[in-house]
């Protein structure tokens, strides 16, 4: 299989980290990846096809686009994370004129919440991001700013120096 590109599904990887911390045999056949430690098997299916363009699987483009400084939002990020419920890894983004509220609940049900400056408007967008996955993004770039576009009903992009990050979510968006 030399030279062949792959995918590998998401939960396979995940699963894997969790239970493997040392020594163990990896392998491919033509259809499976899997590894073997203290003589289990564990296989993942290959996905050898062309992946799909997340631009022509999910819809258009909004015109719900902010700009906001990078530590801003990582700071506030991170307060709600300290206080946000173990068991539930989630912020709800709620969108303003010229901000951006985070949202979770505590351990007691209790809301917690930070309010970020934005450059924009983003009244009646509203959505759900797993917290660990948001500030793992953020933590690594090397941007002071970036733009911040809401493409209703299943997309954030997080776009920076040319670059871009796509979160499949599920936005609510008010109608004006």
Not at 82 to 89: L, Q, S, T, W
Not at 146 to 157: A, C, E, G, M, T
Request: proline share 2%.
């Amino acid at each position: 299989m030399e030279g062949v590109k792959f995918i590998v599904q998401s939960e396979f990887v995940e699963i894997l980290t969790k239970i493997i911390d040392d020594d163990f045999e990896i392998g491919f056949t033509n259809v499976k990846s899997y590894v073997v430690k203290d003589g289990l098997i564990f296989a993942g299916r290959l996905i050898l096809e062309k992946y799909p363009d997340y631009r022509f699987v999910l819809e258009g483009y909004s015109d719900d686009v902010v700009r906001a400084e990078r530590d801003e939002i990582l700071g506030a990020l991170k307060r709600v994370k300290i206080f946000a419920d173990k068991n539930a890894d989630f912020v709800k983004l709620v969108g303003g004129e010229d901000q951006l509220i985070l949202k979770t609940r505590d351990m007691m049900g209790n809301e917690v919440k930070e309010t970020v400056e934005i450059e924009g408007d983003l009244t009646g967008i509203k959505c759900e991001v797993r917290i660990s996955y948001l500030l793992d993004i953020l933590e690594n770039l090397d941007e002071d700013y970036l733009v911040l576009r809401f493409d209703p009903p299943k997309r954030i992009r997080i776009e920076w120096g040319g670059e871009e990050c796509v979160i499949v979510t599920t936005i609510e968006a008010e109608e004006s």
